[in-house]
């Protein structure tokens, strides 16, 4: 029999949904909670085991009060029926406050949810969650989009960006360098008004599972153009609400200022030796760079393939003694059968274009820039923003290794540059692979990082590539902690011809 509870108060674990971002928090809660979830799949009796178990747990959570993080002791289970629980508060609320919610949500889920072996309620200020299978350290993929206010947000396309860039900031705060996991912060959208978010995990949860949670709600959470939306998982919470500046005597629903035990904005906090004039021209950066990536983004690949054409071009021309034009190509460009099949769906009719005085003229997939193309796109056509990411990963990699990923010729157990920049990352290598021409003027720590950041970006699940705000501050920023890079796309383990084989 196993009887076990995660009870991270106050500071502690979390996942609170949430964005009540108010200094004065009323003492008694309402009774109706913002969503609650009922498991449907397995139920109990009055007289049983479970029920006695759930009794002990409930008043365990209910009564445990400490800021501090604790996993106390269990009472003593009655034997029969394994049960898990944990009760967690926002991490910016008091320790008064945070037992007062978890009291109501006990009382609040014995109501809603009497003979259910697994449940959860959310409140603004804390989540309460039990059931009979063992739910810690597993990311919840289900959610809730709640929407407190439905009225559409103003400048729809600048809300969009602000939004992407705040909650791309506080997901990696929350996740990689805040010990609570939580992070809140306010922006302003207008002179008066501000634009308040959130983000906040269970402690549960590994630094990946927690970042992989708050972007898949995210991704969802910014769609929705609402001035006050609330996504609520059991596993992570983001937030945000539009509120005009109040003055301090004015009475109304607006968030007040973060309080003092709330997580710092991020980057508020400029390493030694950075200004904070520095530190604003990096927030400028990061509000200004996504708007434009996309168009610097294609351009820049345009010039890198456009150079490397002409390089190829000018290495197999055949110059005359006299200094005339080139007069023949040394090499004649031969495409074989089978890639011409699958360009053109096999020569099939949708594909054809029409009939000349050559013969049929076919239409096809091009191949000329599918090094930079991210797998989502390149088999099922799927683009996001998180496409780009990829994009301009393979060129960081690309500047960095001084080599083209689309042309590349690997050595043993890479047959691309992503696959052999991940071996020899993975084998503590990663500073071998700098361009040889730059000799000894180079910067180890810039080079780490660059490499870091394009493996980061070239990763196969777009949910874990960072977004670009995100690129932006890793790049400026070397004291921030970086997540460990996962498995990149296209990773080969087949072998490839070394450059001096084929020499």
């Not at 109501?111 to 804390?126: G, H, M, T």
């Not at 990829?390 to 992503?418: C, P, Q």
């Not at 503590?428 to 990082?449: C, I, N, P, T, Y």
Request: charged content about 20%.
């Amino acid at each position: 029999m196993v009887f076990s509870s995660l009870i991270d108060i106050f500071p502690l674990v979390s996942l609170l949904h949430i964005l009540l971002f108010i200094s004065n928090i009323p003492s008694a809660f309402s009774d109706d909670p913002l969503y609650y979830v009922c498991s449907n799949d397995s139920n109990y009796t009055s007289n049983s085991p479970y029920k006695a178990n759930l009794n002990l747990l409930l008043s365990n959570l209910s009564l445990h009060t400490s800021p501090t993080p604790a996993s106390p002791t269990p009472p003593k289970a009655s034997p029969g029926s394994s049960l898990h629980g944990m009760a967690t508060c926002r991490g910016d609320i008091t320790s008064t406050t945070c037992p007062e919610c978890l009291n109501t949500s006990v009382h609040t889920i014995a109501k809603l949810c009497p003979r259910q072996k697994s449940a959860a309620i959310w409140f603004s200020e804390c989540l309460l969650r039990y059931s009979n299978q063992n739910f810690f350290s597993i990311v919840d993929t289900s959610f809730k989009l709640y929407i407190q206010n439905d009225a559409q947000v103003p400048e729809p396309k600048r809300f969009s960006v602000l939004l992407g860039n705040l909650m791309d900031e506080l997901a990696t705060y929350a996740a990689f360098n805040s010990t609570r996991m939580f992070a809140f912060r306010a922006v302003d959208f207008t002179s008066s008004v501000k634009l308040y978010g959130l983000t906040q995990c269970t402690r549960d949860l590994s630094q990946r599972d927690c970042y992989s949670c708050l972007q898949r709600v995210i991704k969802n959470i910014t769609s929705v153009g609402k001035q006050k939306v609330k996504g609520l998982s059991r596993s992570c919470v983001v937030g945000y609400e539009f509120s005009e500046n109040l003055s301090p005597d004015t009475e109304g629903d607006a968030p007040a200022a973060p309080p003092s035990s709330s997580i710092p904005p991020v980057s508020s906090v400029p390493p030694k030796g950075t200004s904070t004039t520095g530190k604003s021209k990096t927030k400028a950066i990061a509000i200004v760079i996504p708007s434009v990536v996309g168009a610097l983004l294609i351009f820049v690949i345009c010039l890198c393939l456009w150079r490397w054409r002409a390089r190829r071009v000018k290495s197999t021309l055949t110059i005359t003694d006299d200094g005339d034009e080139p007069e023949e190509w040394r090499a004649t460009v031969v495409i074989d059968l089978v890639t011409l099949k699958h360009a053109t769906d096999n020569f099939s009719d949708e594909s054809k274009l029409g009939q000349g005085g050559f013969g049929s003229v076919y239409k096809r997939v091009s191949f000329h820039c599918s090094g930079y193309m991210a797998p989502e796109y390149a088999i099922h056509g799927h683009f996001s923003t998180k496409s780009d990411v990829f994009s301009y990963g393979v060129l960081v990699l690309e500047i960095v290794t001084g080599r083209l990923n689309n042309s590349f010729k690997g050595s043993g157990r890479a047959a691309n540059l992503l696959s052999y920049v991940w071996h020899n990352w993975n084998e503590k290598k990663a500073l071998d692979l700098k361009d040889q021409s730059l000799g000894d003027e180079f910067q180890a720590v810039e080079v780490m990082r660059c490499i870091h950041v394009g493996l980061l970006c070239v990763q196969e699940d777009p949910a874990l590539r960072p977004r670009m705000a995100s690129v932006v501050l890793m790049l400026s920023n070397f004291t921030m902690s970086l997540p460990k890079p996962s498995t990149p796309a296209f990773l080969v383990q087949g072998y490839a011809t070394s450059e001096s084989e084929t020499q």
